[in-house]
């Protein structure tokens, strides 16, 4: 069985300073693994994905099989940044149906 | 394009009916998933469909039903509803699988009373 452990439910930041969203997983395969991000009164979007390797927005997420993680992290965050971020893995064989963590809620303040 | 559309955004229904919500991917989008969000389970998987079929059910009683359409258009029914089915349900489509994530709409708010 998959899980997906976002161990904080809230981080609360000042503007400029670095962020790191912690997310962890259970798989025994090799996952393919997700970073969502919902801001206020908007949907549920897809912010980045390990195997493209790509920073969004200042976001970047590495993939550490060791450690079975996948962080999300920015150097420095800005107000805008505050949302509800969802770590998500999809198993690479079977069934690729996405698993979803319980979310970290970002605060930034200015 | 046109995103992800869910119809209706609020619903409010009585213990014991029962709601049917729809859903309209991006076009070309052919897999059409379902979640129910809650504060207390966060996002759960309820089922998705690929080409009129479903291809894949989560753990959720028979009364958690959907089908799609040959335009990929996609229904979800719940019947006989309960005071715990109160949720945010989400539609999420993509392309082919979810290895490419998801295009989530902004979802149904459902209210039981």
């Known amino acids: 069985a998959q899980r997906v452990t976002q161990p904080e439910k809230l981080l609360s930041v000042f503007k400029g300073a670095p962020v790191e969203l912690k997310c962890n997983y259970s798989?025994?395969?090799?996952?393919?693994l997700f970073w969502y991000v919902q801001y206020s009164r908007q949907r549920l979007q897809l912010l980045l994905r390990h195997i493209s390797r790509e920073s969004i927005k200042g976001f970047t997420a590495d993939l550490n099989k060791g450690e079975t993680s996948f962080h999300l992290k920015k150097p420095f965050a800005q107000e805008e940044d505050s949302a509800m971020y969802y770590c998500?893995?999809?198993?690479?064989?079977?069934?690729?149906?996405?698993?979803f963590g319980r979310g970290t809620s970002l605060i930034v303040h200015p | 394009k046109a995103g992800v559309t869910q119809t209706p955004r609020y619903l409010i229904k009585t213990r014991g009916q029962q709601v049917t919500l729809s859903c309209s991917p991006i076009?070309?989008?052919?897999?059409v998933s379902w979640y129910q969000q809650t504060p207390g389970q966060g996002l759960q998987f309820l089922f998705e469909?690929?080409?009129?079929?479903?291809?894949n059910k989560g753990n959720f009683p028979g009364r958690f039903s959907g089908r799609q359409f040959s335009n990929s258009r996609s229904e979800m029914n719940v019947s006989t509803l309960e005071l715990g089915d109160s949720a945010l349900y989400l539609c999420?489509?993509?392309?082919?699988?979810?290895?490419?994530?998801?295009?989530f709409g902004s979802g149904t708010r459902l209210t039981v009373v």
């Open positions: 998500a893995l999809s198993a690479s064989g079977g069934s690729y149906i996405p698993t």
């Open positions: 999420a489509s993509s392309t082919e699988t979810g290895f490419n994530g998801y295009t």
């Open positions: 076009s070309g989008h052919r897999s």
């Open positions: 469909y690929f080409s009129e079929t479903q291809r």
């Open positions: 798989y025994s395969g090799s996952p393919e």
